[in-house]
């Protein structure tokens, strides 16, 4: 099965793990703080909080700027419902906002225009499918309204520019981005004063962490802020440091793999009305998933089916928010006309490293097979 996305691991990571358990310190200590400075001089900023999730770096992101009970965040519908959730978990409102169109399904900026109210203190990006949101337009409405601006970054580890234009940012090293540690998210953040909050609050808010206190020959510490266990911990913190080594290369390797979906899609799509390949107005991207728009008058389900017969997995990404029965209970009359149409056509086809061309052709001639077939049937 040629599987969506895949991490490319082997064994400079198994060495740099082994090393670990064979140091006798497992938990947050010297390999954590030398990931999160590597991570910080990669991506053109000063210092960096490693955590272990992206829903925890959202969640201490957005605590960290004072965002609480009776604010409002407007955030994107179509999202992981993780973005969301790090939302209500800090005392706030989600105010849910479609997409630019099926071409450019990162959140809209006028339609965010329309949603601002006396509430509204932040908005949230999210860089979808690793197509970074455009800067320029996003900072200027920020600071046009008074907003605070974060970055959802779990998809664009690496792009130039991200998580530098926001006042805060987070990304995601789950199994399935373009670099992992299994489990694992960290934290940029514009105030190096709000960051190091960040950092506090990710163990307890105490202030000293346990390795600091063996160095200074001192059980003590004080807790003077409510805080999480966020941490994160030497393992991950390993694997991290190989693979951010490996990071432009990966990323390299999934923009070469997408150019060859644009250019073997570019006659399928001319043949096959209403077929798309969606990407951002920004022109940047990590390319960390590869969606397309099926024609109007596709069965997904039945491409879906017809395509995991021939090998190849698929999936949506993603169900939007507004549309799930939790959400759905909170504000049934919410309509996103874009997202929904986005979300009724969408398919994700593979993208990751280990792909060859060959893999790209294939699964591009199925899908024309698959469209060609639904359509002789109608």
């Known amino acids: 099965m040629l599987l969506v996305a895949e991490p490319l691991l082997g064994a400079e990571e198994r060495a740099a793990a082994v090393a670990v358990l064979e140091s006798g310190w497992i938990t947050l200590g010297a390999r954590v703080r030398e990931f999160e400075r590597a991570f910080a001089n990669r991506h053109g900023v000063e210092d960096a909080v490693a955590v272990d999730s992206c829903t925890a770096a959202l969640h201490l992101t957005l605590k960290a700027l004072g965002i609480g009970a009776g604010d409002e965040v407007l955030a994107p519908s179509l999202t992981f419902v993780a973005t969301i959730n790090a ?22 900026i006028e339609d965010a225009a329309h949603k601002i109210t006396p509430r509204t203190r932040a908005v949230m990006l999210m860089h979808f499918a690793g197509h970074m949101a455009d800067p320029g337009p996003w900072r200027a409405f920020a600071e046009h309204h008074g907003l605070l ?58 202030t000293r962490t346990v390795l600091q206190r063996l160095v200074a020959r001192s059980p003590h510490y004080d807790v003077d802020m409510l805080g999480f ?78 395509m995991h017969d021939a090998g190849i997995q698929t999936t949506i990404h993603y169900p939007p928010v507004h549309t799930l029965s ?3 209970a ?25 792909m060859e061309d060959a893999d790209v052709r294939r699964v591009v001639s199925v899908l024309d097979k698959t469209l060609t077939r639904a359509e002789e049937t109608v």
Request: charged content about 25%; glycine content about 8%; hydrophobic content about 40%.
């Open 326 to 328: 939790y959400y759905r």
């Open 330 to 354: 909170r504000a049934p009359l919410i309509r996103l006309p874009l997202t929904e149409e986005f979300h009724r056509r969408e398919l994700t086809l593979p993208l990751h490293p280990k």
């Open 229 to 306: 266990n966020y941490r994160m911990d030497e393992i991950r913190a390993a694997i991290g440091l190989v693979q951010l080594s490996k990071l432009d290369d990966m990323n390299a390797r999934r923009a070469a793999l997408f150019a060859r979906y644009q250019e073997w899609l570019g006659p399928v799509m001319r043949r096959h009305k209403g077929l798309q390949v969606p990407t951002s107005r920004s022109g940047l991207s990590a390319h960390h998933i590869m969606p397309v728009v099926l024609p109007e008058t596709a069965d997904r389900d039945a491409v879906t089916a017809t």
């Open 87 to 108: 939302i209500l978990y800090a005392g706030a409102d989600p105010v849910l906002v479609d997409i630019e169109g099926l071409d450019s399904p990162l959140m809209s």
């Open 149 to 206: 601006l974060i970055e959802d970054a779990a998809h664009a580890i690496g792009v130039p520019g991200v998580g530098s234009y926001g006042d805060g940012a987070a990304f995601s090293f789950y199994g399935n981005k373009n670099m992992t540690t299994a489990e694992g998210g960290m934290i940029l953040m514009r105030d190096p004063e709000l960051l190091e909050q960040a950092r506090q609050m990710r163990g307890h808010g105490m």
